[in-house]
């Protein structure tokens, strides 16, 4: 029997993934997966992530990273706000605090990520937020305002997950999870995710599970691998990898498509 995916959180426009999309797609429809969530970082990103959520029925998220916050143009809530006049575009992100790598000042990020937290609250959109050694700060900024959506590819502590949880967010899980050294303690967490707040994605082409074998040869993530991040959630979890599936699958639909129906 075949096991349905949906995977939520896809980097399809990478260069990393040029001159390969189709066969890509096919090796993922091939694995079970229904629909993908396209993460647009910036603008140009965003609106390529929606072309091609068009031409393959998938949907797309429209935003700017953490990462490009210090070039995000002083009209790009305006044209975030033209994208979501598409179907498609279905999530409001990917934005958020990045303290790891710092690639755009802290202050720049806060009001980057404040002014699409605005919109969210304002539009009812979900936000694909991301944070990473930012708990502090992003906590803040939620605490003042109300918004619903996902913390994608979660890698924080236990206080960061139970914050988020009583904050109504969704969890994105993705291969951290299968990595058995730093993802330990992410591991450890897993089973205090309710079944309603679990998503599964595979960040591709980022974050190929360890727990792959053989590795492929240019150790390259692909939608089709999210097969590993369930089943190294079922086991944590001690439920079965269908369950895991039609769960994040159900979730998945309640966040994302049912405003859209």
């Not at 930012?134 to 918004?147: D, N």
């Not at 979660?154 to 993705?174: M, S, V």
């Not at 959630?233 to 439920?239: D, K, N, S, W, Y």
């Amino acid at each position: 029997m075949t096991i349905h995916y949906i995977d939520a959180g896809v980097n399809l426009t990478s260069s990393q993934f040029d001159g390969e999309r189709e066969d890509i797609i096919m090796r993922a429809s091939n694995a079970g997966l229904s629909k993908m969530l396209l993460i647009g970082c910036d603008l140009r990103d965003s609106d390529t992530a929606l072309q091609l959520a068009k031409k393959h029925q998938y949907v797309s998220t429209a935003g700017i990273h953490p990462h490009n916050a210090k070039d995000a143009p002083h009209h790009f809530v305006d044209k975030i706000t033209q994208l979501l006049d598409h179907q498609e575009v279905v999530a409001i992100g990917e934005c958020g605090l990045d303290f790891n790598r710092d690639f755009s000042p802290r202050n720049i990020q806060k009001d980057v990520l404040e002014k699409h937290l605005d919109l969210a609250r304002i539009t009812k959109v979900p936000v694909y937020l991301h944070e990473r050694e930012a708990f502090s700060a992003m906590k803040e900024q939620l605490e003042s305002t109300t918004v619903e959506g996902v913390l994608h590819c979660f890698t924080g502590n236990r206080e960061a997950l139970e914050f988020y949880l009583n904050y109504g967010l969704y969890i994105g899980i993705t291969g951290w999870v299968c990595d058995e050294r730093r993802g330990a303690e992410l591991q450890s967490l897993i089973p205090l995710i309710p079944d309603d707040k679990l998503l599964l994605e595979t960040d591709a082409p980022y974050l190929l599970p360890r727990s792959l074998s053989p590795k492929p040869k240019y150790r390259r993530n692909e939608p089709m691998y999210i097969h590993k991040v369930a089943h190294t959630v079922a086991q944590l979890r001690g439920q079965t990898i269908e369950h895991i599936a039609k769960l994040s699958v159900k979730n998945f639909n309640r966040l994302f498509l049912a405003g859209k129906n």
